[in-house]
């Protein structure tokens, strides 16, 4: 079982940026794909930005691209969701997961291993 954990989220004004971390115990990274999800208040869980292992590709949810930007640094075993534009919708928990950046990655079935989350607050 991987343990994963994030940290960086806090409050951020509207238009303001962030940056998440998430920390991952494996042996390497490189060979893991990792996504960010997300849960608003009230709202289902859903798929953010996701970093596939075997060939490096990064894909992100419609209403986070241009705004997001995955990135991974492997040494470091950890990968990072920096976030600029923010939005009062963006507030939520934001969780890391391990798994296959499949076309249906949003949903988050096919990501074995979780961390605990992140609390994003936007607000003025």
């Known amino acids: 079982q991987v343990q994963l954990v994030e940290s960086g989220g806090g409050l951020a004004q509207p238009g303001g940026s962030l940056r998440l971390s998430c920390h991952a115990s494996?042996?390497?990274?490189?060979?893991?794909?990792i996504a960010w999800f997300r849960q608003a208040p009230g709202k289902e869980r859903g798929g953010v930005s996701c970093?596939?292992?075997?060939?490096?590709?990064?894909y992100y949810a419609d209403s986070v691209k241009g705004r997001f930007t995955i990135s991974r640094d492997n040494a470091e075993k950890t990968v990072y969701l920096q976030m600029e534009r923010l939005k009062y919708e963006d507030t939520a928990i934001y969780f890391c997961?391990?798994?296959?950046?499949?076309?249906?990655?949003?949903?988050?079935?096919?990501?074995?291993?979780w961390g605990q989350g992140t609390h994003v607050t936007v607000s003025s």
């Open positions: 997961a391990t798994g296959p950046c499949t076309p249906d990655w949003t949903t988050g079935l096919h990501f074995t291993s």
């Open positions: 494996v042996s390497s990274l490189k060979n893991w794909g």
């Open positions: 970093s596939n292992a075997s060939d490096g590709n990064t």
